[in-house]
């Protein structure tokens, strides 16, 4: 079975100070890895996933196979990136086996 | 606007009382979900469908019930609410072979 795992549920930096929040996965194939969003009042909604290797708003994730591993990071937080991150799996590549970690609380302070 | 729309985006009714959580999206999207939101539990999936009339059983579907009649609706059916249902409810839907789902605004129930 799939599992993803955000060990912490709350992550409070200063602004301006690098960011990392944690994913490990278990899955015995390739999987396909994705971070989604949620900021306050507005809807979940993806902000990268590893196959497109991309930066969006200044974060970065690396799969790693080795350590099943897919943290995501970004070197200068900002007041703006307070919100709640899920990390997510997929065994197919698509929607339909989408497994969620249990999220972690970014809160970015003055 | 391309979006899913939920209804209602919040109710609280009681034990065994059956109700509907509507999810209608406007871009012809194959795929639909129901994921339910709990604390330190994140996101589960309910329910899920491919495709009209072809649906299936997520992670905690017990206690609720779906249909896929039409391509764009896809209703969250509590037929006996209990109060451990109690939960925020998210509708989302994805483009057939994509990764990317596109979620409502979630719909809070209360079961008292």
């Known amino acids: 079975a799939q599992r993803v795992t955000q060990p912490e549920k709350l992550l409070s930096v200063f602004k301006g100070a690098p960011v990392e929040l944690k994913c490990n996965y278990s899955?015995?194939?390739?999987?396909?890895l994705f971070w989604y969003v949620q900021y306050s009042r507005q809807r979940l909604q993806l902000l990268l996933r590893?196959?497109s290797r991309e930066s969006i708003k200044g974060f970065t994730a690396d799969l790693n196979k080795g350590e099943t591993s897919f943290h995501l990071k970004k070197p200068f937080a900002q007041e703006e990136d307070s919100a709640m991150y899920y990390c997510?799996?997929?065994?197919?590549?698509?929607?339909?086996?989408?497994?969620f970690g249990t999220g972690t609380r970014l809160q970015v302070t003055l | 606007e391309a979006q899913v729309t939920q209804n209602p985006r919040y109710l609280i009714t009681v034990t065994g009382k059956k109700l509907t959580v509507t999810c209608s999206q406007n871009?012809?999207?194959?795929?639909m979900s129901w994921y339910r939101q709990d604390p330190g539990l994140g996101l589960r999936q309910i329910y899920y469908?491919?495709?009209?009339?072809?649906?299936d059983k997520g992670d905690v579907p017990e206690g609720y019930k779906v249909s896929r009649k039409e391509k764009r609706n896809f209703p969250l059916i509590l037929e006996s609410p209990s109060p451990n249902q109690t939960s925020l409810y998210f509708c989302?839907?994805?483009?057939?072979?994509?990764?990317?789902?596109?979620f409502g605004e979630g719909s809070r129930l209360t079961v008292l």
């Open positions: 989302a839907s994805s483009s057939q072979g994509q990764g990317e789902l596109f």
């Open positions: 899955y015995s194939g390739s999987p396909e």
């Open positions: 590893h196959i």
């Open positions: 997510a799996l997929s065994s197919t590549g698509t929607a339909s086996k989408l497994t």
């Open positions: 871009m012809n999207h194959e795929y």
């Open positions: 469908s491919m495709n009209v009339e072809v649906t």
